[in-house]
């Protein structure tokens, strides 16, 4: 097999940018199977290198004992030894080789649009392959199968799982568990089943291929995929419920295939399978899902009870989600219940509670890792499959691969129809034709097959090889064939496509007004519906399984509270990530301010005055107090300690910025109660940034802030830092100095009006200097701002 | 005697049937429900949706109660409430919830889930004049969590100001300073919902379709979900 050379090149003329792109893949090709074939090739030098080592040891001990036969030679000042290394060698050079692919695909932009990652990452497999193979090496067995189901397989199961949306998933369960268990059997029973039929006709020379092997066959083949499904439905944006529909299914399908496998796996040699099998078959598969489940749940509590302790130990946060989650993966292995249930029961069930306990850090350091290792395993599995094909012993056979093809098509869209008939008499949202045809033409086979089919005994399966290669020309069919025309007919067929919104609070609140409504309304009609166990299941969870899996006081936050903080996190960080530039956050999109929507309460006085743009001030004041405490990371140099974390600036800036605000609240109320001064709001004690941004902008944007966020609460923020108790004692401060500051607040507010260039002393209490020592060279433009603009 | 009165309850359960679109047996299984409610009197007060327990738990309770005795809701195009309410008017605002039949066109779905918001929207919109304010959308997101103390009700300010802004920068875009936006009519809250309106009236319309088996076996019913 000839490698190719990219021919078009030409075609994108002196684009220089490109060919560099084509020349660094082409070099990395060519370097990674010399490189591998080095390492290949290292292997006849293995005994060379092992009797010279072994000579040097024994001589070393020889002339310890008796300088008998010692020659000298000289010291090696430079010497290669591969073999001490080559294992983890090796296996870097495939992850970065994958890396480094997963980069040059996306520096070609036409290619990857047309074709997905998938099929190009099998093409670059099948290089390497051919590589190896021309080099005259034999090709290493890299899909090994305990290679594949126990490193690369469960990333991508625990990316999935854990980054599950629930809610489509849980109200679509019955659909998708049709799907998966009913679905799987039919495709397995029908295929196995027509394959022996059709090796039973005369010509086809398969008369040997016994009806327990087919049905073996059928039943690997007829699992949906869920590594291709994600690789290929990632790239096409479709709406949600066909998302999760098809990829719940390619989950849950995992308990069919364990049980059908071992199933038929067992008794292939005794040749036949009672009735009696059948129902011990029934009760694997309840005890093989649930099992795997009820493990995968265990470890999920186990973990998120874990991570109510780490409060002091940020540092190994993530580690406690991936080890929970592996070892659960483990454990149900061990007992051959489904890994992937166990692994998706895992993260679904730990997220809840450890995304309320374990600090923002930890959290994107989890997203990033399992995004990341999911990323580079999936990359790493294509390309292996490409150098299986190369590397794996064939045996093609013309009928028995087409039919398997075709067969493999038709069953699946058989039974995608059928069970959609039978499952839209009792759904709501029925699934139109062209739901059930990407339903169908979404069934992608993958890597998983392909190891099943290698796990098979020789012995056992002589025919082994004429199963693997018709294995492999099926994947290749549906990823390549079906995963490249699934974008294009997807565009075709105008299929409704994901929606790009954020979730607003609307939604958010009409979400949960509509459970409760839906709640009540099936209490008055005295049915114990849906709602009402999900409500039961709610309230026990918020009673009694918050409380113990949750640190601190978290637990008693409602939901709607924890979504509205961490929108206006997200907001506030995307305000300084914008670079604070005038671009305004996305959710507040237009000029509408607070000023539009506040009923027309404010004393004539203040209305008087140009009202500026809420958003603007309310903007400047953030970003100042972000920037300048962002400014102060770089100032605080504490002690590189491995074991602690520098204390988050950021999480301290907004700590002391709703601290703040409280502040503020508080003396506003007070000042209120002088109606002298109503109009004018009484500045606290404040660091010199502060106050300068204060000055700069309108007194009365200040004003419309604090009315808008008269609800912050009062102890606790919702990024639990390792410094909350302190806010919460800085906070206690501020209330007991509410009272006495009221005066100084007063008088300062006074002078003020006065005197517009007044200068705010800063606040005395020292908690807040600690942070705010250093104003940022920002200063020079809100000096110049005029104080009314 | 009893042969009459059966007959009787049988017409008038039929126009009933044609009136509000439920069937037969839902009908029927909802009288029961009703006369086990209002103690086998011709009305239901108040006071006999109160004293259901299991909505104790429930935060919306007095909302959900008060929208059985208003009047918009009963088909009367008139604001205020009523003070008790007859087997009919109990039928009209279930009516609300019932799945739409498999075979409607699109005019009629598009009618009955324009029913259904605006059965939403009445409970929002408690002054009944046409527009839900930012006090109603404020006292409606306190209702929401007024389970949670007083960390609930300080931010239930701010949430309810934030919702407030957004649907008015999503429906009104840009406005002056000095503009007031008096609130969501229903026109906008249609708009603002058109996601969520898929899902409100797919919600509504499984629970009355589960009213013909009063009890399922729950592990029916999670495979009937979807």
């Known amino acids: ?789 | 005697m009893g042969a009459s009165q059966s007959a009787r309850t049988e017409h008038e359960f039929q126009d009933l049937a044609d009136r509000t679109g439920f069937s037969l047996e839902q009908i029927g299984n909802l009288n029961k429900r009703f006369r086990q409610l209002s103690k086998n009197e011709e009305t239901l007060s108040r006071q006999d949706l109160a004293s259901i327990s299991a909505l104790d738990n429930n935060p919306l309770r007095a909302q959900i109660i008060n929208a059985f005795f208003d009047k918009r809701n009963l088909r009367q195009n008139e604001a205020g409430t009523v003070q008790v309410i007859g087997f009919e008017e109990f039928l009209m605002v279930m009516s609300h919830f019932r799945p739409a039949a498999m075979h409607i066109t699109e005019e009629e779905r598009e009618k009955l889930r324009r029913e259904k918001l605006r059965f939403l929207f009445n409970m929002h919109d408690t002054d009944s004049d046409g527009t839900i304010t930012l006090e109603e959308y404020r006292r409606a997101v306190e209702e929401l969590l007024s389970k949670a103390g007083t960390i609930g009700q300080e931010t239930a300010k701010a949430i309810a100001d934030a919702a407030m802004l957004e649907v008015a920068s999503t429906t009104r875009g840009k406005m002056e300073p000095d503009e007031f936006y008096e609130g969501i009519t229903f026109e906008n809250f249609l708009q603002k919902l058109q996601n969520e309106s898929e899902r409100a009236t797919n919600l509504e319309r499984r629970e009355t379709e589960r009213r013909k088996r009063r009890i399922r076996p729950w592990p029916l019913a999670i495979l009937m979900d979807s």
């Not at chain 1, 290949?40 to 001990?61: E, L, M, V």
């Not at chain 1, 090796?90 to 070609?108: D, N, Q, R, T």
């Not at chain 1, 599995?381 to 028995?400: D, E, K, R, S």
């Not at chain 1, 305004?584 to 237009?590: D, F, G, I, R, W």
């Open chain 1, 1 to 789: 097999m000839e490698p190719r050379i990219p021919s078009h090149r030409s075609s994108y003329g002196l684009e220089s940018f490109l060919e560099r792109g084509l020349l660094l893949l082409v070099m990395l090709i060519f370097l990674e199977g010399t490189v591998l074939t080095l390492g290949a090739a290292s292997s006849p030098d293995i005994s060379a290198q092992d009797n010279t080592g072994g000579g040097d040891d024994q001589r070393g001990i020889e002339g310890r004992h008796g300088h008998a036969n010692y020659t000298k030679k000289a010291f090696p000042v430079l010497s290669l030894d591969y073999r001490h290394i080559h294992v983890p060698f090796e296996i870097s050079l495939w992850v970065l080789l994958a890396s480094l692919m997963k980069l040059g695909f996306h520096l070609i932009p036409r290619l990857s649009s047309i074709v997905p990652e998938s099929c190009l990452l099998i093409v670059v497999g099948l290089l390497v392959g051919g590589l190896i193979k021309l080099a005259g090496e034999e090709v290493p067995p890299v899909l090994d199968s305990n290679l594949f189901f126990l490193c690369l397989l469960p990333p991508i199961i625990l990316d999935a799982g854990y980054f599950l949306p629930i809610r489509p998933f849980m109200e679509n369960i019955g659909t998708i568990l049709m799907f998966a268990v009913v679905g799987t059997l039919w495709n397995a029973f029908f295929v196995g089943g027509l394959l022996y039929a059709v090796c039973q006709i005369e010509g086809t020379y398969l008369s040997q291929v016994e009806l327990l092997p087919c049905l073996l066959f059928g039943s690997i083949i007829s699992a949906v995929d869920p590594v291709a499904v994600l690789a290929v439905f990632e790239e096409i944006h479709i709406n949600e419920l066909l998302h999760i529909l098809v990829f719940g299914e390619s989950l849950l399908n995992d308990a069919v295939t364990v049980v059908l496998y071992h199933l038929f796996e067992e008794y292939s040699d005794a040749g036949e399978v009672t009735p009696m099998d059948v129902v011990l078959g029934v009760i694997c598969f309840l005890i093989v899902s649930l099992g795997g489940i009820a493990v995968g749940t265990i470890y999920g509590i186990l973990a998120a009870f874990t991570s109510r302790f780490t409060s002091h130990t940020r540092v190994i946060e993530p580690l406690f989600v991936f080890v929970y989650s592996y070892m659960a993966y483990l454990s149900a292995e061990m007992f051959h219940l489904s890994g992937i249930m166990a692994l998706i029961a895992c993260g679904a069930v730990m997220r809840p509670y450890v995304e309320a306990n374990i600090s923002h850090k930890s959290h994107t350091t989890v997203k990033y890792f399992l995004k990341m290792w999911s990323s580079v395993s999936e990359t790493l599995i294509f390309i292996f499959l490409g150098v299986a094909t190369v590397a794996g012993p064939h045996a093609w056979n013309w009928t028995f691969v087409s039919v398997t093809v075709i067969l493999c098509l038709v069953s699946r869209v058989i039974g995608v129809v059928g069970l959609t008939f039978i499952i839209n008499k009792f759904r709501i949202v029925k699934l139109t034709t062209k739901d059930q045809f990407i339903v169908a033409y979404g069934g992608l086979r993958g890597a998983i097959a392909f190891s099943l089919g290698y796990l098979l005994d020789k012995d056992l399966f002589p025919m082994r090889t004429m199963f693997l290669t018709a294995i492999i020309t099926e994947i290749f069919f549906t990823v390549f064939v079906q995963g490249m025309t699934i974008k294009p007919l997807v565009d075709l067929l105008a299929v409704k496509k994901k929606q790009e919104a954020k979730r607003s609070i609307n939604e958010e609140i009409h979400t949960q007004f509509l459970d409760h409504l839906l709640t009540g309304i099936e209490d008055i009609c005295g049915h114990y519906g849906h709602h009402h166990w999900k409500d039961k299941l709610n309230r026990f969870n918020k009673k009694y399984i918050k409380k113990c899996l949750i640190a601190g006081e978290r637990y008693k936050e409602p939901q709607l509270i924890a979504f509205y903080h961490k929108m206006e996190f997200k907001q506030a960080i995307e305000l300084v990530e914008s670079g604070g530039g005038v671009k305004l956050p996305s959710a507040m999109p237009s000029q509408v301010s607070m000023q539009n929507i506040q009923p027309k309460k404010l004393p004539p006085a203040v209305a008087e005055r140009a009202l500026p743009q809420f958003t603007k001030g309310r903007e400047e004041e953030i970003r100042k107090i972000l920037r300048s405490n962002l400014q102060k990371t770089r100032q605080r140099l504490r002690s590189y300690n491995r074991h602690t974390l520098v204390a988050d600036p950021f999480e301290d800036g907004w700590n002391d910025f709703i601290l703040k605000k409280q502040r503020m609240i508080e003396l506003e109320k007070k000042v209120r109660l002088m109606s002298n001064y109503l109009t004018v709001p009484a500045a606290p004690p404040d660091s010199p940034t502060m106050c300068r941004a204060r000055l700069a902008s309108d007194p009365n944007a200040f004003y419309n802030i604090k009315a808008s966020s008269d609800g912050v609460p009062t102890i606790q923020v919702d990024l639990a830092s390792p410094q909350s108790p302190d806010s919460v004692n800085m906070l206690n401060e501020f209330s007991k100095r509410g009272a006495t500051d009221q005066g100084l607040g007063q008088r300062e507010g006074a002078d003020r009006d006065e005197d517009q260039g007044l200068m705010m002393k800063p606040s005395s209490n020292p908690g807040l200097m600690r942070c705010l020592s250093d104003p940022g060279p920002s200063n020079e433009d809100e000096e110049d701002e005029p104080f009314l603009p």
